[in-house]
């Protein structure tokens, strides 16, 4: 198991790395900022390398060539093993002396080392430079690096935390420059949930820059759409408001003809003719009424399955509906008209649908052990498919548009019982039954 978890992490890992660098700007900035550091550093270093081999070869060779014969003849002929290890004492350098007469290493505990590392070709930068003295002794010396060999890498070491500091700080940096960002698309979901109270937050107006000027042009933009919705929104309830007397006495007239054989069906067609328009204005004002930010609720304690039992006893051809009731519910406070707009439109839709089907629609209630309610409407009818899935609850959307407005409605019941219950602060489920549709609505126990 411990080799699987730990594949699994990494795979983990890398998936987690490869969404930064495709999904982050600040990221991708980032490691374009470290990937530039470490490519001018290398440009850097390997120019200076270049310049000081370049340099070596055409200044520094006849130098050193000219020291090396001097240290020779400082230690003489035949070789004084005093001399030179005075010399090794004084210099970073070590000498091999090998001939007929002498034979003397100054550090026998170093093998010699033949490695092109550290004896190169005349065309390189040497670190071994052989001498013949006149009878017959060969002179070597090399170049201890060994004072050195730490240091190298404690400068690596070194020059790797600066640059990480130095990522940090960019980094840093980079991410207050682009901090706006995340307050812009804060305010583009805020606006596109419909709450435009706040505008986006502006930093340093007095010195605007392309991200202020584009929060700036956002709230711009969502100040005029609110501007429009609550145009369309004022528009639409007076028109609502200005429907309802012509259509009262419209209807009240209606009811007023005289009911003979004759004029009968005709009065009859208008009379649900009138009613359909009535329940639409109300509908419209009822959704207006609940999408506003500042809907009000006419909290009262309310026992949900006794309001379940009338709303079920008032729509026609109800008594079908399978009731499955918890026998300990708690009572919430609830606005108990906007609860029985969401229960008529709920049962509706579910006995609408599930006509002409063996099996009868049920209506649910459990408690929840946060203390909420969770009401479960489901039918057996022949269900939606999964694009109309998502559009359920949009204002104004039937599944089927081409059926008629007494077999379907026009698309503001779902609607309707979605801002109910946001309303009361619950959450809205659709999802398919297999037959069927299910609708499930929390109600928190916050309402309680």
């Not at 490869?18 to 990937?35: E, G, K, N, P, Q």
């Not at 070709?121 to 010396?141: K, L, N, Q, W």
């Not at 304690?301 to 039992?309: G, H, I, K, P, T």
């Not at 489901?378 to 949009?394: F, H, I, K, N």
Request: aromatic share 4%; net charge positive.
């Amino acid at each position: 198991m411990k080799p699987l978890t730990l594949i699994t992490g990494r795979g983990r890992w890398h998936r987690r790395v490869h969404h930064a660098l495709t999904h982050s700007l600040r990221v991708r900035l980032m490691a374009l900022f470290l990937l530039l550091a470490v490519a001018m550093a290398g440009v850097f270093v390997g120019g200076m390398q270049l310049a000081l081999a370049l340099g070596w070869r055409d200044a520094a060779r006849p130098l050193v060539h000219d020291y090396v014969d001097r240290l020779t003849a400082e230690i003489g002929t035949p070789p004084d093993t005093r001399k030179a290890r005075e010399l090794v004492e004084r210099l970073p350098l070590s000498v091999r002396i090998s001939g007929p007469v002498v034979n003397w290493n100054s550090h026998p505990q170093e093998q010699e080392r033949t490695h092109d590392r550290w004896i190169r070709s005349e065309d390189s930068a040497p670190r071994v430079f052989d001498r013949y003295t006149s009878d017959g002794h060969r002179i070597r010396f090399s170049l201890r690096m060994s004072p050195w060999h730490d240091r190298p890498h404690f400068i690596g070491w070194v020059t790797l935390a600066v640059l990480l500091a130095l990522t940090a700080l960019a980094y840093g940096r980079v991410r207050r420059m682009l901090r706006p960002l995340d307050d812009i698309r804060t305010g583009a979901l805020r606006f596109g949930a419909g709450d435009f109270s706040q505008p986006i937050t502006l930093g340093h107006a007095q010195r605007p820059d392309e991200l202020h000027e584009l929060a700036a042009t956002i709230n711009t933009m969502g100040a005029d759409i609110h501007q429009m919705l609550e145009a369309k929104r004022a528009l639409l309830l007076a028109i609502s408001h200005e429907l309802r007397s012509p259509l009262t006495r419209a209807r009240l007239h209606t009811e007023l003809l005289p009911e003979t054989p004759d004029v009968q069906a005709c009065r009859d067609a208008l009379l649900r003719d009138l009613a359909l328009m009535r329940d639409l204005i109300t509908d419209l004002l009822e959704s207006e009424r609940l999408a506003s930010p500042h809907v009000a609720l006419q909290r009262e304690s309310v026992d949900l399955a006794a309001l379940v039992q009338d709303v079920l006893t008032s729509l026609p051809g109800a008594a079908v509906v399978q009731q499955h009731f918890s026998a300990e519910l708690p009572q919430l406070a609830l606005d108990a008209s906007r609860m029985r707009l969401l229960l008529r439109n709920l049962l509706d839709n579910a006995l609408r649908h599930g006509a002409g089907v063996d099996s009868p629609p049920t209506v649910a209630l459990e408690p929840l052990q946060d203390g909420g309610i969770q009401l479960t409407v489901r039918d057996r009818g022949p269900g939606v498919t999964d694009e109309q899935l998502t559009r359920l609850g949009q204002p104004f959307y039937r599944p089927d548009a081409a059926r008629s407005r007494e077999g379907g409605g026009v698309g503001l019941g779902l609607y309707l019982c979605r801002l109910v219950v946001s309303a009361h602060g619950g959450q809205w489920v659709v999802r398919r039954a297999n037959p069927g549709l299910e609708i499930c609505v929390t109600l928190p126990p916050a309402a309680a």
